[in-house]
């Protein structure tokens, strides 16, 4: 799997947009890129896939440009609910692959 | 649908012994993983398996053995504890498509003394 890069921690208040950046700067032809959440004492939770331009779902978005080299998670108004340890995966997630997990970014959302 | 159980949830072992994580799925995923991760760290591979009767060591495999008889369990075993395995373990399955990632359990908390 293509190796990522992201912020080790940030911070934002409620109500806030967020917005946490990957760099995948080898990712291949065939990888998607995939945003995991997870909160302590808990197993990481899929957040959202894509492969290219913009994908949203009920909780975030995901935008990707056209090298696909970088990937930014978007949260719309963050709660308190939203602080977790928040993982950018990239690969093909095929029947052979390893899938590697990177050190993730610490979203700490305040009042 | 149960998704992925992993049992037991805690565990408190001696330097020396050895016992079992169970990890079970009734998704008929083939990709099955084992993750640990330390307090404060991220996610570390141990093994992971491709299908019955396939495995193969991820980033962190001493120490641990697994084998996957049937596509539904996928079991860790730590052949003699030691303070170091202090750990969360984390089951998860992979759906055969490409556009979805691996599904976790909700983890085995081990302390080894």
């Known amino acids: 799997l293509a190796k990522t890069t992201q912020p080790i921690s940030m911070d934002s208040y409620e109500g806030q947009e967020v917005n946490i950046t990957c760099s995948h700067n080898n990712i291949a032809t065939n990888d998607y890129i995939t945003w995991y959440q997870q909160f302590p004492s808990q197993g990481p939770r899929f957040i959202i896939q894509g492969y290219k331009t913009k994908v949203t779902n009920e909780v975030a978005s995901l935008f990707i440009p056209a090298d696909r080299k970088s990937s930014t998670l978007s949260l719309p108004r963050v709660s308190l609910s939203d602080t977790a340890v928040y993982y950018c995966?990239?690969?093909?997630?095929?029947?052979?692959?390893?899938?590697?997990f990177g050190s993730g970014t610490r979203l700490s959302i305040r009042p | 649908n149960a998704g992925v159980t992993q049992t037991p949830k805690f565990q408190v072992l001696k330097t020396g012994q050895s016992m079992t994580l169970q990890c079970a799925q009734d998704?008929?995923?083939?990709?099955m993983s084992w993750y640990r991760q330390d307090p404060g760290m991220g996610l570390r591979l141990i093994h992971y398996s491709v299908g019955a009767g396939i495995t193969d060591q991820g980033e962190v495999p001493n120490g641990y053995n697994v084998s996957r008889s049937t596509t539904e369990d996928f079991p860790l075993r730590l052949l003699s504890a030691a303070p170091s395995q202090t750990s969360v373990y984390f089951c998860?399955?992979?759906?055969?498509?490409?556009?979805?990632?691996?599904?976790f359990g909700s983890g085995t908390r081990l302390t080894v003394v």
């Open positions: 998860a399955s992979s759906p055969p498509s490409v556009q979805l990632g691996p599904i």
């Open positions: 995966l990239v690969g093909s997630y095929s029947s052979a692959s390893k899938i590697i």
């Open positions: 998704m008929n995923h083939e990709y």
